[in-house]
Nanobody
Framework: QVHLVESGGGLVQAGGSLRLSCGVS????????MGWFRQAPGKEREFVAA????????YYADSVKGRFTVSRDNGKNTALLQMNSLKPEETAVYYC??????????????????WGQGTQVTVSS
């Protein structure tokens, strides 16, 4: 069984930054594609960013390109999402997800097998 735990969410002013972490246990982390998604109230879960097994390939939603950076530390079994210049409309629960697929451009949540419980990010205007 794979277990994912997010942390790092909180309240930030518009234009501010947060860094989310996702700790993974249960299987070989280095063999997982890691993704980040978010879900605002009343909206569908949407793709934010993903990173491949060996951190050589990343993929971002157009809305976050240039502001968010996804990374991973295989030695610590951790995925990170650095979020800069946050906007109020990005208030949501942020989830990390994992899958054994190597294709980072697959943005459908159904493409991911394992999920964390989510962490709340609130951006005030």
């Amino acid at each position: 069984q794979v277990h994912l735990v997010e942390s790092g969410g909180g309240l930030v002013q518009a234009g501010g930054s947060l860094r989310l972490s996702c700790g993974v246990s249960g299987r070989t982390f280095s063999r997982f594609r890691m993704g980040w998604f978010r879900q605002a109230p009343g909206k569908e879960r949407e793709f934010v960013a993903a990173i491949s097994w060996i951190a050589g390939s990343t993929y971002y939603a157009d809305s976050v390109k240039g502001r968010f950076t996804v990374s991973r530390d295989n030695g610590k079994n951790t995925a990170l999402l650095q979020m800069n210049s946050l906007k109020p409309e990005e208030t949501a629960v942020y989830y990390c997800a994992a899958d054994s697929s190597a294709i980072v451009s697959r943005t459908d949540p159904l493409e991911y097998s394992y999920w964390g419980q989510g962490t709340q990010v609130t951006v005030s205007s």
